[in-house]
């Protein structure tokens, strides 16, 4: 039954997939960064600067799912009804369709991870400035999950060839 | 869910908690303490604390300073910051933070009452109440004459109509029907606490439920010393003690029949939490206890700021802040005094 969805359902769900999930992370992620950003700056005005670089790393993770999503846009092709039901065609449309979850995923845990860190990072900065850098550490780990995401992600897309137009 | 307080937690509160541990920042350090004892004069401490936060509010104080108007300005600093958070807080939080301030209430209408008792009057008694805990009708406290009168006139309309249901008889009110009153809302009020931080969940149930049940134990202990040789029955007591904490219900029954404070240390001897503040009171001895309950008190609440997205933080701060015009209040009036040597006594540092 699976096989009788069209392929072309399948990527643009995975393209669907691919951007808003990871717009969503990094949504959690800013917003659970700048509201503890915001309320420590209160007393330690210093803090506002150096912190933005945890919503930049959030920031990240969004644009990361709108590369993929241009990239994975640019794979889809037409092909004609005849030939729709192929296995080539379904390689491609789950190809799509999987390399749109695993950026969307990946990019939502990487946005949840670094807008905690943010937070806890921005509230220990504020008592104790030497912590920063090293909190930052642990915030450039986060984000490479992210990356992984994508590249997989990229790689896995590469796969997808229609079946070639000539009958 | 505990353990995914992370993901919500900031939408509402993540503002005022960040806010609040601003606010922690700002709490005198030993250093700060130590420059305060060193202090000859009520104008000396006047200019130490102008360096810290307290200033603006100190600075337009004439000399000749009184100790009360000291630990005044100091409350007026707390409530400022309470007010703060409070209006710009969302529910639970709201409530929580309401809930903290019932404490006070309870010992303002105490004081109305005990006052008027004793036939002060009622303005002077006004100034005196606790600024956390004033309600709207708290001077028609003055008026009642029985338990009954009290409930119907004033406390009706006030968070604390819930508790009173237990206390309400007939009988006019003296000394001893005020402290029981007092120990029996306190009670009701400690309950009401403990099932709504457990109804919380999370990591705000799992700390606020160890403070509350130490704040528990620690006022057994205190009814138990306080009523060694008072006409106070045991089975009394026993109805003043909370149904949650660390020692309900065999640490209960062992302190209900205590009559001397030996015995209380032996009850407490067998709860390792507990045995080690009885650790550091030679035999005999109770001056000392309650310095040493207020320590142990302030070890736990810094440890709820080890956590993030909790209420805790909010509970941990005013009585850390308590504890801080506490111990204010001892240095002035050791230094207004002149017994510069008992300022130890009871002075208990936070870091």
Redesign the interface.
Same mark, same amino acid.
């Given at each position: 039954m699976m096989a009788q969805i069209s392929p072309y359902a399948f990527s643009a769900v995975g393209i669907a997939i691919s951007i808003g999930v990871s717009v969503l992370g990094a949504a959690?992620g800013i917003?659970?960064t700048g509201?503890?950003?915001?309320? #420590?700056a209160?007393? &330690?005005p210093r803090i506002t600067s150096k912190n933005l670089i945890s919503v930049i790393f959030c920031e990240a993770v969004a644009i990361y799912g709108v590369i993929v999503a241009i990239i994975l846009q640019t794979k889809l092709e037409s092909v004609p009804t005849s030939k729709m039901y192929e296995s080539e065609s379904l390689r491609a449309g789950y190809a799509i369709f999987a390399s749109g979850i695993i950026v969307g995923f990946a990019n939502l845990v990487c946005g949840?991870c670094v807008g905690?860190i943010g937070?806890?990072c #921005?509230?220990s900065d &504020?008592?104790n400035s030497s912590l920063f850098v090293k909190i930052l550490v642990i915030e450039i780990f986060g984000s490479a999950l992210g990356l992984f995401g994508v590249i997989v992600g990229i790689i896995l897309s590469s796969q997808a060839t229609w079946p070639a137009k000539t009958l | 869910m505990y353990g995914f307080e992370a993901l919500t937690f900031n939408i509402h509160g993540g503002y005022l908690e960040a806010v609040v541990r601003g606010h922690r920042s700002s709490l005198l350090t030993a250093s700060d303490y130590n420059n305060l004892c060193q202090c000859e004069t009520l104008d000396d401490i006047k200019m130490h604390l102008s360096a810290t936060e307290y200033g603006p509010y100190l600075q337009n104080e004439p000399s000749p300073l009184h100790t009360t108007t000291i630990v005044e300005k100091c409350t007026l600093k707390l409530v400022d910051e309470y007010k703060h958070m409070l209006c710009q807080a969302t529910e639970p939080l709201s409530t929580f933070l309401e809930y903290i301030t019932y404490g006070h209430m309870i010992d303002n209408v105490v004081l109305i009452v005990t006052g008027t008792l004793h036939e002060r009057d009622v303005q002077e008694l006004l100034e005196k109440c606790h600024p956390l805990g004033m309600f709207d009708s708290i001077a028609s406290l003055a008026v009642a004459q029985n338990m009954r009168e009290l409930y119907r006139l004033v406390l009706v309309d006030t968070p604390l109509a819930p508790y009173f249901s237990e206390c309400i008889t007939s009988e006019d009110l003296d000394d001893m029907n005020i402290e029981i009153m007092r120990n029996t809302l306190y009670k009701a009020y400690l309950e009401d606490f403990y099932k709504f931080c457990k109804k919380l969940g999370g990591a705000t149930a799992e700390i606020m439920t160890d403070l509350l049940a130490f704040e528990a134990d620690k006022r057994a202990v205190n009814i138990t010393i306080n009523s060694i040789g008072t006409e106070l029955t045991r089975d009394d007591r026993k109805k003043l003690y909370s149904n949650f904490g660390l020692l309900y219900p065999y640490g209960h029954e062992e302190l209900a029949v205590c009559e001397d404070v030996d015995q209380v240390r032996a009850a407490l001897e067998k709860y390792p939490a507990y045995q080690s503040i009885f650790a550091k009171l030679s035999y005999g001895e109770s001056q000392m206890l309650d310095k040493a309950f207020y320590e142990e008190e302030v070890k736990r609440l810094c440890l709820a700021f080890e956590q993030q997205f909790h209420y805790g933080v909010f509970f941990a701060y005013m009585r850390l802040r308590e504890q801080e015009i506490r111990n204010l209040m001892w240095i002035s009036e050791c230094v207004a005094q002149n017994q510069k040597s008992r300022v130890h006594d009871s002075v208990v540092f936070i870091f």
């Open positions: 959690w917003y659970i509201s503890s950003l915001i309320g #420590a209160i007393k &330690a949840l905690i937070s806890s #921005a509230l &504020a008592q | -």
